[in-house]
């Protein structure tokens, strides 16, 4: 079967650094992504990791450790616009292959 | 990035009747379309795989009779819900893989479902 875990909920304050953690067994793995999604709209795309590392891209970074299932989002310098849902998703063997998503991390910076 | 469309962003509808989603990839091709469904608080679920000139693949669970899908062109795909309830209301969202080098998923706007 096919898992991916990540925390519902986390807090954090306005100008601060959040670590949201994900976890992941599937079937095959071509592919770790990142989506922010705010209330109401659709999913939008953060960060692509295929293979072992960091990827930076300005405030955010994502990181991705294929032995062990395992990957985090690394938001800096955190504005009150980060408040959202965290999306992370994991692609199958196969390039056409789906993605599927977790259940989300709903994000809540604070003043 | 590559952009989706989708349309209409917003339906309401009696219980009953069937209603058409068109989602359409601007700037580029795309052979796999995929649409979800998510429901509020909830992550999302995907319900189907659209495949240009072929039929679609559906997910465990999802009623194939009732969420037909089109992939008529290369960038074109249309999901339509028949004979409509309220608990399919919901948020419809397609998808498309752009075919460039991160193979990412661009989402569509997504278009919201409320049947009376």
């Known amino acids: 079967g096919q898992n991916i875990d990540q925390p519902t909920e986390m807090t954090a304050t306005e100008g601060a650094i959040v670590q949201i953690n994900c976890t992941y067994q599937?079937?095959?793995?071509?592919?770790l992504f990142w989506y922010q999604q705010h209330a109401g709209e659709a999913p939008t795309f953060l960060s692509y990791n295929v293979l072992d590392g960091l990827e930076e891209k300005g405030r955010f970074s994502s990181f991705l450790s294929r032995s062990k299932g395992y990957s985090y989002l690394l938001l800096k310098e955190l504005q009150m616009k980060d408040s959202a849902s965290y999306l992370c998703a994991v692609r199958g063997g196969n390039r056409d292959d789906k993605i599927i998503f977790g259940k989300g991390t709903r994000l809540h910076i604070l003043p | 990035g590559a952009v989706v469309s989708q349309h209409p962003s917003w339906v309401i509808c009696k219980s009953g009747t069937s209603v058409k989603i068109e989602c359409r990839s601007l700037?580029?091709?795309?052979?796999?379309m995929f649409w979800y469904r998510q429901f509020p608080k909830q992550s999302l679920m995907l319900m189907a795989t659209s495949n240009e000139g072929s039929k679609a693949t559906y997910e465990q669970g999802v009623e194939k009779d009732k969420f037909l899908i089109n992939h008529a062109s290369l960038t074109l795909s249309t999901l339509t819900v028949t004979s409509a309830h309220p608990e399919d209301s919901s948020f419809y969202i397609c998808?498309?893989?752009?075919?460039?080098?991160?193979?990412?998923?661009?989402f569509g706007p997504g278009t919201r479902l409320l049947v009376l």
């Open positions: 599937t079937s095959g793995f071509n592919g």
């Open positions: 998808s498309a893989n752009s075919g460039r080098v991160q193979e990412t998923q661009y």
């Open positions: 700037d580029f091709q795309a052979t796999t």
